[in-house]
C-alpha cells in the first residue's frame, strides 16, 4: 500500500511503481485535487451577486503552497468538476482551466483529469492541450473517479483504494453560540476497499455539511463511520474522529 498525506486540500500518493522489464521499483508521486470549479466567480457575477476576491488567483495561490512544500509530482489527478458552468463554456473557465493546465505542466510529468458532473463541455478546452477526459482513472491499487457515477471497472481485484470527489465534505464545528464550517477529507471503508473523499478546492464555499445532509453518491457508504479530518490553515489537517461521534 502506497503512502497517503493530506496536504491542505489535496492528497499526496507515494507508491512504488513496478516495471514489467526489470524487477526493480520505483517510487512515484502522485498529487490529487478535488473539485475546482473554475469560473465559479463568473457564474456569480452573472447572477447578479459580487464576490470580493479573484476565485482563480487564491486557487493559484493555494496551489503553489501545495507544490512549495511537496515539489514537483510525477502526476496530477482532476477529481471532475474543473470548471463550473453546465451547458456553456464561459470566457472566465475557458482561460482559467487552460491556465491552470499550462501552470501544472510545469510541476509534474502527466495530468489526469477525470470527467465529472460539470464538465459537459470541458473537454474541448482539455483537448487545446493534448488532454483526454476519463470516467475514471486506474493506477496501482488506486482508482481515482468523480464520484457521481459507478463503474464495473473499479471492482478490480487489484483497486484497493478508491479516492473520490464530488461531495464537497464539510463539517460544521460548534462552540457554544458560535459555529464555524471547515472543509474537511473524509476516510473509510467499503466492501473491503479503502476510500478517501476529497474537499472542494475552490475557495469562495466551505462545501455541504456531511454531519447534517444526506449525501448524493451512487454507493451506501456508512459515513457515520469515517474518520473526519479537517483542513486548518499552513496545509494541516485535524482528526475530528468518526462523523458520527461529532453529531
Known amino acids: 500500500m502506497g503512502k497517503i498525506k493530506f496536504v491542505g486540500k489535496s492528497l499526496l500518493i ?25 469560473g465559479y466567480g463568473e457564474s456569480l457575477r452573472n447572477s447578479g451577486i459580487m464576490i470580493p476576491v479573484k476565485t482563480y488567483a487564491v486557487v493559484l495561490r493555494d496551489l503553489n503552497q501545495i507544490f512549495d512544500c511537496v515539489g514537483n509530482v510525477n502526476r496530477v489527478v482532476l477529481l471532475g468538476d474543473v470548471k463550473h458552468a453546465f451547458g456553456a463554456i464561459w470566457r472566465d473557465e475557458w482561460d482559467e482551466v487552460l491556465g491552470l ?24 478546452v482539455t483537448k487545446k492541450k493534448g488532454i483526454k477526459l476519463v470516467d475514471y482513472y486506474l493506477w496501482e491499487e488506486f482508482c481515482f473517479l468523480h464520484g457521481d457515477r459507478d463503474f464495473k471497472e473499479i471492482y478490480s481485484r487489484k483497486t484497493k483504494v478508491w479516492v473520490l470527489g464530488h461531495l464537497h465534505p464539510a463539517v460544521v464545528l460548534r462552540d457554544g453560540a ?25 475557495p469562495v464555499r466551505e462545501g455541504n455539511d456531511v454531519g447534517e445532509n444526506s449525501y448524493d453518491l451512487p454507493w451506501k457508504f456508512a459515513l457515520s463511520k469515517f474518520e473526519v479530518y479537517v483542513v486548518e ?10 462523523l458520527g461521534q461529532m453529531r
Open 14 to 38: 507515494e507508491a512504488a511503481v513496478s516495471r514489467r522489464s526489470t524487477e526493480n521499483s520505483k517510487t512515484e508521486r502522485v498529487l490529487v485535487i478535488g473539485d475546482l470549479h473554475l
Open 101 to 124: 493546465l499550462d501552470y501544472l505542466k510545469n510541476k509534474c510529468e502527466e495530468i489526469v483529469v477525470v470527467r465529472g458532473n460539470h464538465d459537459i463541455f470541458t473537454g474541448f
Open 178 to 202: 458560535k459555529s464555524e464550517k471547515y472543509k474537511c477529507f473524509l476516510a473509510g471503508k467499503f466492501r473491503g476497499r479503502r476510500v478517501f473523499i476529497l474537499p472542494s478546492f475552490f
Open 233 to 242: 490553515r499552513d496545509l494541516e489537517t485535524l482528526n475530528f474522529g468518526k
